[in-house]
């Protein structure tokens, strides 16, 4: 079993949807959860960052963290075809030198 | 633009050869990773340096080696190619060792074997 589970996808939704991704994981000691995104024939790029549990939003994007069930989400609103995008999950311990773990990410297109 | 820049951004070449690629990271940031990413195995960490010195290794194969100069940039170094390597190369920076987790990635090598 991975450390880190996520849907591959593909997932297709029309224009203005709210899109939830979603990933589970099976170490506990967890506590930095992140959201990348990746645009075709790019790198990744940080998308959102959280400590711990809870809630944090930054415009259209939410993410959220469940340490009880060891499940993380983004949630898209009002998602626009330039959100078009593989989204990958990554965590890492606390302490020093935090090796990220990474999803396999959420390939996610939304049309027009 | 992450401030990443990765040489040769493809790259095409036979089984059992060898092949260098070259990563410069943000200005001012004192680590490198490396991070390989094919369709089933997903990103994949190979090796990471800090100011010059190896800090935390991967899933990095005996074939492949990587060093990072004094000039902070590094290297990764892969022989004897499979054609299993084929794959994404991807190198990323950050400020610190530990650090956030906010990875700076280059746009990465596109490494075909034939």
């Known amino acids: 079993q991975k450390e880190v589970e996520q849907d591959p996808g593909p997932l297709s939704v029309p224009e203005g949807a709210i899109v939830s991704l979603n990933c589970t994981y099976s170490n506990s000691a967890f506590q930095y959860f992140m959201w990348y995104r990746q645009y075709s024939r790019k790198g990744p790029e940080l998308l959102m960052y959280t400590y711990s549990s809870g809630n944090k939003e930054d415009g259209r994007f939410t993410a959220q963290v469940d340490k009880s069930s060891k499940y993380i989400s983004l949630f898209i609103r009002d998602s626009q075809p330039s959100d078009s995008a593989t989204y990958l999950c990554a965590m890492s311990r606390a302490g020093n030198n935090r090796k990220l773990i990474w999803g396999l990410g959420t390939s996610l297109a939304v049309n027009p | 633009d992450s401030g990443v820049t990765q040489t040769p951004k493809h790259l095409i070449t036979a089984t059992g050869q060898r092949v260098t690629l070259r990563c410069s990271p943000r200005s001012g940031d004192l680590s490198v990773y490396w991070y390989q990413q094919s369709l089933d195995q997903g990103l994949q960490f190979l090796i990471q340096?800090?100011?010059?010195?190896?800090?935390a290794k991967g899933n990095i194969l005996e074939r492949f080696s990587a060093q990072q100069f004094p000039d902070l940039h590094s290297e990764l170094n892969l022989s004897s190619l499979e054609l299993g390597d084929s794959a994404l190369y991807f190198c990323?920076?950050?400020?610190?060792?530990?650090?956030?987790?906010?990875?700076?990635f280059g746009e990465g090598s596109r490494l075909t074997v034939l």
């Open positions: 340096y800090y100011n010059g010195e190896e800090r």
């Open positions: 990323a920076s950050s400020l610190t060792s530990g650090g956030t987790g906010e990875l700076f």
